[in-house]
């Protein structure tokens, strides 16, 4: 499955309860299953690692679908390499950000 078809199937599954949840709401609920992730990985809980990734995920594309914003055409920035130097694998100095 594609991002956009991953994205399409999470909005009709859960757009309307994000919607009606709001922006802030779905961002805590985001933030709770990378906590849950956080905990998978200190834990080294690698049978939970697969789920709270899924997880995380999916919460992160409704986000996306709240604000509009289709992932596969975002993700695009990075298709030839860093967004900085576009290099691959990047060469940019380990403290410049992207």
């Not at 789920?51 to 920035?77: G, I, M, Q």
């Amino acid at each position: 499955m594609g991002i956009c078809d991953f994205q399409k199937l999470i909005e009709d599954i859960y757009f309307q309860r994000d919607d009606s949840r709001g922006l802030e709401g779905t961002f805590i609920w985001f933030t709770e299953e990378i906590g849950e992730l956080a905990r998978a990985l200190r834990e080294k809980d690698f049978e939970k690692l697969e789920e709270e990734f899924a997880d995380v995920f999916a919460w992160l594309v409704s986000l996306a679908s709240l604000c509009r914003v289709d992932l596969e055409e975002a993700v695009l920035k990075y298709a030839e390499g860093c967004p900085k130097c576009g290099e691959k694998p990047c060469l940019c100095s380990r403290d410049v950000l992207i």
